[in-house]
């Protein structure tokens, strides 16, 4: 079976287009959607509507949760917290049970997919303690190799040895192979707001058969999604961060 791996949209219409039409190329059996659909860019309704049109399984992230309930997003930044206020007021009241109904995990043959860590959507896999804890976490689930996550917006492949050794592996341009006897933890990067240099929408392929990853990227509109934030009345800093992918 081959997945693929998209994650914090982040209201990015012209990147989601890009990458729901490149992936009709790669002949994926499943979308798996590790959520923040909305927050921090324009098009928070657009994006919905291409989600649901589509057989994509979506998850909820901590800005589709704080859209529904404002007081989530009392530790977000200013500028965090002004769009998602502004995704909250845009937002369709139809779309409300969309969010609603979004799970915090979903888990198939081998996998669990979340948003931040497979027990809080507000907590971050950056740091090696953290990748420990949630590869800890897989070996208590013999049925578990692999976990997918978001939330930072930057790709990751982390990884614990048969003798427990945890790293933080680098990423190639390839095709991935991975190692049966090893867990894993990836993040396919983000969609609609990457932070990892490369201002190109991020995603990746899993396949569970041959036990691979690839990460990829395609390239997007930037220029219309920076003025959509514009003409929103949106920070201008977050126009300006998604050119150098930071
Ligand atoms: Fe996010």
């Not at 098009?43 to 994509?56: F, G, R, T």
Request: with cysteine.
């Amino acid at each position: 079976m081959r997945v693929a791996l998209i994650s914090d949209i982040h209201s990015n219409l012209e990147a989601l287009t890009s990458v729901l039409q490149r992936l009709k190329q790669e002949s994926v059996d499943i979308i798996l959607n590790l959520g923040d659909i909305v927050g921090y860019n324009a098009s928070p309704n657009e994006c919905v509507e291409l989600l649901q049109d589509k057989p994509i399984l979506s998850l909820a992230g901590n800005h589709d949760l704080a859209v529904l309930e404002v007081s989530r997003a009392q530790h977000f930044n200013i500028i965090a917290y002004q769009a998602l206020l502004y995704s909250r007021e845009q937002l369709r009241p139809e779309f409300l049970d969309f969010f609603r109904n979004l799970p915090l995990t979903r888990q198939g043959r081998g996998f669990l997919a979340c948003h931040g860590t497979p027990t809080s959507p507000d907590s971050y896999v950056l740091f090696h303690f953290q990748g420990k804890s949630v590869l800890n976490y897989l070996r208590q689930h013999p049925d578990l190799r692999v976990c997918f996550f978001g939330h930072t917006h930057r790709r990751a492949l982390w990884c614990r040895d048969i003798r427990g050794k945890v790293a933080l592996l680098p990423i190639k341009p390839e095709k991935m192979v991975l190692d049966k006897d090893c867990l894993y933890l990836i993040n396919p990067g983000s969609v609609g707001q990457p932070r990892d240099g490369n201002p190109e929408a991020a995603y990746a392929i899993f396949d569970d058969e041959e036990f691979s990853i690839h990460f990829k990227s395609v390239p997007y509109d930037i220029r219309s999604a920076q003025q959509r934030i514009l003409a929103a009345g949106l920070p201008e800093f977050l126009a300006e961060r998604l050119a150098q992918g930071v």
